[in-house]
């Protein structure tokens, strides 16, 4: 009867050991999400260690794109760790445009700068954008810049 027992409680233990290592890991995989700031979230606080998305709408068929430009952020405070590009459709319409998701990873404690330029179709010509090689035939506009000030605690 003890060796029963002993069975039982092995059986019972090694069950409940399951259950909390599948409730630890649905737990770990939601810490492991990166914290998403709005575009119109210019000041980010982060702690070290943690990712964060900014999120930007993106359309390459219409000559629209975003990037990370100088002044580049201190590498020592953030770090850039991802880019992805996510349809607004699932890829099912031809220049449906979609969202940029770029993910950062806060590195150590201090103040950083992270600069985004919006090239689009009117400001494609410009020296900032890529363009400048010569005269444009219509007026340009200067590309928009998003700063975004991140403070690592």
């Known amino acids: 009867m003890a060796a029963r027992s002993s ?3 092995g059986a019972v233990a090694a069950a409940l050991c399951t259950v909390t290592l599948a409730a630890g890991c649905a737990v770990g ?20 260690g943690e990712r964060f998305t900014l999120s930007v709408p993106e359309n390459a068929s219409t000559r629209e794109h975003w990037s990370v430009v ?24 031809v220049g449906g445009g979609g969202t940029l998701v770029l993910t950062f990873e806060a590195t150590g404690k201090g103040t950083t700068r992270i600069v985004l330029l919006h090239c689009t179709f009117p ?3 410009t020296a900032a ?15 928009e810049r998003v700063t975004y000030r991140v403070d690592v605690r």
């Open 70 to 93: 100088a002044p580049q952020p201190d590498a020592s405070v953030v770090r850039a760790a991802d880019r992805s590009y996510e349809s607004a459709d699932d890829g099912k319409s």
């Open 129 to 143: 954008c890529g363009g400048g090689a010569g005269p444009s035939p219509t007026p340009t506009t200067e590309p």
């Open 7 to 9: 069975r039982v409680t």
């Open 29 to 48: 995989s939601d810490a492991d999400e990166p914290t998403s700031h709005p575009t119109q979230d210019l000041s980010i606080t982060a702690e070290v």
């Open 123 to 125: 400001t494609a010509q």
